[in-house]
């Protein structure tokens, strides 16, 4: 298996496109994802007081759409979920719908959110596999 790339956000051109400091040079391609972080807490196993690993406090997702030799510039995006209707549907009325998931509360105590702050310069990347 072959190392993930890490970089960071060099410069923002408009609220969703970004330069990152990964290019050709560290074998990015286009297409390539990346996940827009910030480092949060230090998460401590509570039994054994030792650090674990550092809480990822995501920002974004983006995708390659041009590589240069140093740098390359990427896209955010979303995949969003959708009903499809048949083509064919006043011969054949069906659709398909995907599950949606919902989430539970799994305790009824005000727990304060660690949430990112915004998009800054110097932001890090990490490859999604």
Known sequence: M???LKGYVMKILNPSTVIISLGRLNGVKKHMK???YEEGEMI???KTKAQIER???VKGEIEVVHVQEK???AESYSIEERTAYSPL???FPYSTKEE???KKHL???KIEEASPSPLKVGDLVRQIE
């Open 2 to 4: 072959s190392t993930l």
């Open 34 to 36: 990346f996940v827009i």
């Open 44 to 46: 401590i196993d509570p």
């Open 55 to 57: 809480l990822e406090l």
């Open 71 to 73: 740098v390359s510039i």
């Open 89 to 91: 549907a006043t011969m």
């Open 100 to 102: 949606v998931k919902i």
């Open 107 to 109: 305790t009824r105590e």
